[in-house]
């Protein structure tokens, strides 16, 4: 079985599927295919956990998805921050980290609190609204161009640029391949890096070319990585929440009388719908994982997605408990490389939750959900709802 195939995605039989396969404690190879010499595939919670931890032997530096191995490298690893290991990641991290953490809270709630606001009396005034086309995509971008520096005049061409680039296989992105959505999006940059070398701001970009070390083919990857990684993960999990809500119709009236577990019910967003679908890393060494082994050279998928339905680590995995605790769930990876963003992703799941359980009383479905075309992102491309005001 090809592993790589996105048909495989499409539907809910996915679920089943993991579930077989982290009950046998399975490790899959696919064969050359999709992916040009092969790899291998974990999906428990161990394994996963296993596969990401400090310690073990593994490299993201030849590429972090499918179709990237140690002959077929990504040609960004070792500049770009999520395929870079070692002490120059370190060193990334310390520089693009403190755009995304928590301490940005204060500075962005007021973006925040103006997008969910607009978003909201959007949907009031439509009986219905595809959540994933038209609110999705509003949060994560208007933060993520918030963070980098992007001029409001540019964001919407930037999302639909995303759209494109890790849209997949997806028929409803197909105006442009995701290399060229990739190049548009390199040439952006490099436009946007000529006006802050000119007029520095209190931006990304600006810290990065400050900074002395980085080229200005080094800047464009990584902000490049940024607005990516932020934009296709989390619009999925906002989606999602709408997704959540009409599915299990008691937790909109749980949160408007509990707010003192929305942040809990964050966490469980981030669990159920776990968008990103998967990591690729590549062994440093001979290596045994669950008691598989792996040889110098291997590339091995951990499935993220399938991790966080382990039901030996989740009672009642594909229930939505808004109190769920423990959730050690794998949502933002583990590891050196846990989602550098996931503090801003937290905010804006939160901000999100808060307003829809202070004035929404019900979810209904009017069409999907759809899901991407895709191995990488566990998306949607079509979630049509209406919603009860209170």
């Known amino acids: 079985m090809d592993l790589a195939n996105p048909d495989l995605y499409t539907t809910e039989a996915r679920f089943e599927m993991w579930r077989e396969h982290i009950s046998s ?39 972090m998805m499918i179709g990237f191995d140690a002959e077929n490298s990504d040609a960004s690893g070792g500049r770009m921050l999520v395929v870079t290991d070692g002490s120059w990641h370190s060193d ?32 009031k005034s439509k009986e219905t609204t595809d959540v994933a086309l ?68 209190d931006d990304l970009v600006s810290a990065l070319l400050a900074d002395g070390r980085l080229s200005v083919d080094d800047v464009v990857i990584n902000c490049d990585n940024v607005l990516i990684g932020g934009n296709e993960t989390t619009r999925h999990s906002i989606t999602g929440v709408f997704h959540i809500l009409q599915a299990f119709p008691g937790i909109l ?34 290596v045994a994982v669950g008691g598989q082994q792996f040889r110098k050279g291997d590339p091995v998928v951990a499935w993220l997605s399938a991790a966080n339905r382990d039901e030996r680590v989740f009672a009642d995995p594909h229930t939505f408990l808004p109190d769920r605790k423990p959730n050690r769930h794998l949502g933002f990876g583990t590891g050196p490389h846990h989602c550098l963003g996931a503090a801003l992703a937290r905010i804006e799941l939160r901000c999100l939750l808060v307003q829809l359980a202070e004035q929404a009383s019900s979810v209904q479905l009017t069409s999907g959900p759809k899901w991407m075309r895709s191995n990488l992102i566990q998306g949607y491309s079509g979630l049509g709802v209406s919603v009860d005001w209170r």
């Open 253 to 286: 009236g749980r949160l408007h009388e509990n707010p003192d577990i929305i942040d809990l019910a964050v966490e469980e967003v981030v669990r159920w719908t776990s968008p990103a679908m998967h990591v690729l890393r590549v062994a440093n060494e001979d």
């Open 134 to 201: 038209e609110v999705g995509p509003r949060l994560p971008a208007a933060i993520v161009c918030e963070v980098i520096g992007v001029p409001i005049s540019d964001r919407e061409n930037l999302i639909e640029l995303t759209n494109h680039a890790f849209g997949g296989e997806e028929s409803s992105f197909d105006k442009m391949t995701p290399a060229g959505a990739h190049q548009e999006i390199l040439f952006y940059f490099h436009e946007l890096i000529a006006e802050r070398e000119q007029k520095p701001g």
């Open 92 to 123: 990334l991290k310390r520089l693009i980290g403190p755009f995304l953490s928590r301490l940005r809270a204060p500075e962005l709630n007021a973006v925040l609190e103006r997008e969910v606001k607009e978003i909201i009396n959007r949907m």
């Open 25 to 63: 404690n399975a490790k899959i190879w696919s064969g050359p295919g999709i992916s040009p010499n092969g790899f291998w595939s974990v999906f428990s919670h161990h394994d996963c956990s296993a596969v990401l931890s400090p310690k073990a032997p593994f490299t993201s530096e030849h590429g």
